[in-house]
């Protein structure tokens, strides 16, 4: 069961098959039906939820608490309630909200963007884990973007966001960074990781005319199943609009 609906499935469907598998090895190895896991930046749930719906107990760490009263509704209309736990906070506040060493999976989904220390960021994750533990990162993606920009005919953004450090197309840009699989790799490597897997995310569903897969018959089933296929062939992870990286703990 994916985490939204079918429209929006087509921006999850892949990381969250990854994520479902992977938490599914990790209660295997660890002989526990139920994981502790901390979804930091987690809003109102998107993923939080249905990792509860697993049977796992989820710490959602997020700064906005109008997030976080959706997040409690939601969970509640889901039934899991007890299963889930909002914490107004951030990256730079985690060390003093979950204790080190305490967690089995980190959720780190679109946070590396609008950080203000990405290295100091992860770094704060990963000492939340304990050895072994999961990072499912989930970041923006330069070249994907770059492709964005010269598909859409804005050819000077898509120069500009090739070679800007941060990859943004311009000061209109209201993505604060995006990254490349070897930027996140040296995150990783830096954080004490060892990277797993990587997924490319979304590279085609953004480049899709929507009308298309909204009214053409079979479209989006179409599409999402290419989706999957796609994400796991490292040709398509540099034109990706995000990229995933699953990893643990050294």
């Known amino acids: 069961m994916y985490p939204t609906r079918p429209r929006s499935a087509l921006r999850t469907a892949v990381v969250w098959e990854v994520l479902r598998e992977a938490l599914e090895r990790r209660s295997a190895e660890l002989g526990r039906p139920v994981l502790e896991v901390v979804d930091t930046g987690g809003g109102?749930?998107?993923?939080?939820?249905?990792?509860?719906?697993?049977?796992?107990?989820?710490?959602?760490?997020?700064?906005?608490?109008?997030?976080?009263?959706?997040?409690?509704?939601?969970?509640?209309?889901?039934?899991?309630?007890?299963?889930v736990r909002a914490v107004q906070g951030d990256t730079q506040t985690l060390p003093d909200l979950v204790p080190a060493g305490s967690v089995d999976a980190v959720l780190c989904h679109g946070v590396l963007e609008?950080?203000?220390?990405?290295?100091?960021?992860?770094?704060n994750l990963v000492g939340t884990l304990g050895e072994g533990g999961l990072v499912s990162l989930l970041a923006a993606n330069r070249n994907g973007a770059v492709l964005a920009r010269a598909v859409a005919g804005q050819f000077t953004e898509a120069r500009t966001a090739l070679d800007a450090a941060d990859g943004r197309w311009g000061t209109g840009d209201p993505m604060p960074r995006r990254f490349t699989g070897e930027q996140l790799d040296g995150l990783a490597a830096a954080a004490g990781l060892r990277v797993t897997s990587v997924h490319g995310i979304r590279v085609f569903a953004?480049?899709?005319?929507?009308v298309l897969v909204d009214t053409e018959p079979g479209?989006?089933?179409?599409?999402?199943?290419l989706e999957l296929a796609a994400a796991e062939q490292p040709a398509f992870h540099a034109v990706a609009t995000q990229l995933h990286l699953l990893a643990e703990a050294i």
């Open 206 to 210: 953004d480049l899709v005319p929507g």
């Open 219 to 225: 479209a989006l089933d179409a599409l999402l199943k």
């Open 44 to 83: 109102t749930g998107n993923f939080a939820v249905p990792v509860a719906r697993l049977g796992h107990r989820v710490t959602v760490v997020d700064p906005s608490p109008d997030a976080l009263f959706a997040l409690e509704r939601r969970a509640a209309e889901a039934g899991v309630t007890e299963l």
């Open 114 to 123: 609008v950080v203000d220390d990405p290295a100091e960021a992860l770094g």
